[in-house]
Nanobody, 124 residues
């Protein structure tokens, strides 16, 4: 089973950039998604990318500001957060997602392997 470890979270000011990394260990290549959970709110999908990197999906709230990418040679998926807003403050998790749901339905549906999360705080 894939094990995922997130890194790169921290405190940033609105408008600054931040890069999150999700590094996996285990056999095979997986489609991976970023999810987030703010205090008092349900966890929501942010973005996901297929195992090949050819297909991506973004939540409307981050479209145009966040970019997901991957380096399969490093078994790492990145989330570049550009122009973050205070409402982007949350714990960010990465997880394996269904390739079929992503490609056919453009949805980020977790398949069960989650990282431990990394806190992102956007504050002046």
């Amino acid at each position: 089973q894939m094990q995922l470890v997130e890194s790169g979270g921290g405190l940033v000011q609105p408008g600054e950039s931040l890069r999150l990394s999700c590094t996996g260990s285990g056999p095979g290549f997986y489609s991976v998604g970023w999810f987030r959970q703010a205090p008092g709110k349900e966890r929501e999908g942010v973005s996901c990318i297929s195992s090949s990197g050819e297909t991506t999906n973004y939540a409307d709230s981050v479209k145009g500001r966040f970019t997901i990418s991957r380096d399969n040679a490093k078994s790492t998926v990145y989330l570049d957060m550009n122009s973050p807003k205070q409402e982007d403050t949350a714990v960010y998790y990465c997880a394996t997602v269904s390739t079929r749901e992503l490609i056919q339905q453009h949805k980020c549906i977790s398949t069960g392997s989650w990282g431990q999360g990394t806190q992102v705080t956007v504050s002046p």
